[in-house]
């Protein structure tokens, strides 16, 4: 049986067996809508040529370079 994966309730144990024993997995369809939301804003940030830190920009020390 598929781990659902919807955002909340991932336990260590279903981490092991996904992990060390290839249990399938599959994302909950409001797991999957929150995606779709936070995708979409992230595309009219980029659009619109907002700095964003680790999306457009480097991390840490790189965090001046795109």
């Not at 981490?15 to 595309?43: Q, S």
Request: charged fraction near 25%; glycine fraction near 10%.
């Amino acid at each position: 049986m598929a781990i659902v994966l919807d955002g909340s309730s991932l336990t260590i144990e279903s981490l092991v067996r996904i992990a060390r024993f290839g249990e399938g997995v599959e994302l909950a369809p409001a797991a999957l809508a929150r995606i779709k939301v936070c995708r979409a804003m992230l595309e009219d940030k980029l659009a619109a040529r907002e700095v964003m830190y680790g999306t457009n920009t480097g991390i840490g020390e790189s965090r001046s370079t795109s």
